[in-house]
């Protein structure tokens, strides 16, 4: 966000009780002394939000009659759902995610372009005899950085945020200001997908190992624990170069965007310890591939319309999961890694200073030829009820017993870790007391070096490994 716009984005929030009312709204009851004026912010098709001189009011409109020219027409009402999008998701995902959400309510769709960086889909209801069928629902994107999109939310141009990284402190602190909710609450941000930055080889060169630290000084934000792209305004923003956006420019080592790396000579990240790390589903969908990127999606306090409400609720389904999978993303939900231990793995493991190859050897004989489930519970995921629930029902999808294994620090903080966990899944399902055991394993297994930005939170982790019997 430019310091221009933001600042009279700032002067606006602060401002605005102090400015005249133009094109106010009045909400009156027909047959009680009841009235509301204000300018109208919002409605949704029953609910009208406005700014009145008792604050900004969200009043029932069943039963109310509204005066003033600003008044919508409720009869031909048909809500429109903006979002401020990254541009790894515009292309593809979104449209991917509106087409089959339509699908499953019956409706058609048709795609729209509005600009160099709007676009569009309406959905109608299915017209008789080839005419067009009532418009039911318009999805505008606008595909932008984080920092322009937080700028969209405060001006009032979108209702959702899809961003490629966390909103800084300033930022939350002036979407709060601005009535929009805490936005680092559980109920206000979601990860919506993965996606990952994937080093690949130049034409004719080897596919050599790359430093992970050059990597890092050019991309990440250490103070979000080494997350790609986390915190930090304009810095955080060059994902949106990096992978395709107005002013992408090459960098060195090449980078590309996970879904577009498959098939490509990829490079493995190597630490100056030697650690390796390979881009791969399994080590993106556990949160171990150190330059992946989890996708948010940050949804404001205003009421959102019903169908808007619907296709929310419709993101968090199982089958807009698939759709992610298949538009080449990673979804949420947990997945029987194809491989056990890998060689990768057990590679770091004895290149690790001070490895006692005793220990290493009790792990391996503890996993044996177990399949990990691949899901990352670290930090907000880990208390997330809904994929709490996931990890529960990929559980019961196979008998035998469950290796819930912590990792990183001591043996006892993981083993604390292990065992936090294994109450979260029983407070949902008790009767798996006796299939689930905890473990803490310590330093085992690293998964990047330690002097690697963020190796505490990557090396800090828990994995449920399943019994033989439940290998797929």
Known sequence: ???????????????????????????????????????????????FRIDSAYGILTLDGQGLVCDGAPCPDRAAFAPTLRIATDPALAPVLWPALVEAFARGRGLEVERFEAGA????????????????????????????????????????????????????????????????????GPHRQRRLARDALVPVAEDGAPPLPVELSDLMLDVLEPEEGGAPLARGGNQADRWHHLTGGASARPVSPSLLPYAASRGARTRPLQGACGLRQTARDATLRSG??????????????????????????????????????????????????????????????????????????????????RSRLAVDLRGDAGRSEQQLRRVIAALQRDAGDILIIGFGGTEAQSLARAEALRERLLAHWPEGADAMTARGFGGALPLVCDDAPGAARINARVEIWLAPSAQR
Not at 16 to 32: H, Q, W, Y
Not at 159 to 178: F, I, N, P, S, W
Not at 309 to 314: D, E, I, P
């Open 1 to 47: 966000m430019s310091p221009a716009r933001l600042w009279l984005l700032c002067a606006a929030i602060l401002l605005a009780p102090l400015s005249a009312r133009a094109e106010e709204i009045t909400l009156r009851a027909p047959d009680a002394d009841f009235a509301f004026s204000g300018q109208l912010l919002g409605f949704d098709g029953r609910y």
């Open 117 to 184: 960086r709007h676009s569009g889909l309406t959905l109608r209801s299915r017209g008789e005899d080839g005419a067009d069928g009532a418009l039911r629902f318009t999805v505008r994107l606008h595909t932008t950085d984080a920092s322009e999109g937080v700028a969209d939310l405060l001006a009032g141009e979108a209702d959702l945020l899809a961003a490629a990284r966390a909103l800084t402190e300033d930022e939350l602190m002036l979407l709060q200001g601005a009535g929009l909710g805490a936005l680092d």
């Open 288 to 369: 171990d591939y150190a330059l992946t990127v989890p996708l948010r999606l940050y949804i404001p306090a205003p009421r959102l319309p019903a169908l808007s409400r619907a296709f929310l609720a419709y993101l968090d389904s199982d089958a807009a999961q698939r759709v992610i999978r298949r538009a080449g993303f990673i979804d949420a939900l947990p997945a029987v890694a194809s491989e056990g231990l890998s060689k990768e793995r057990l590679r770091n493991a004895v290149l690790q200073d001070g490895a006692s190859l005793a220990r290493l050897r009790s792990l391996v004989a503890e996993l044996g030829d």
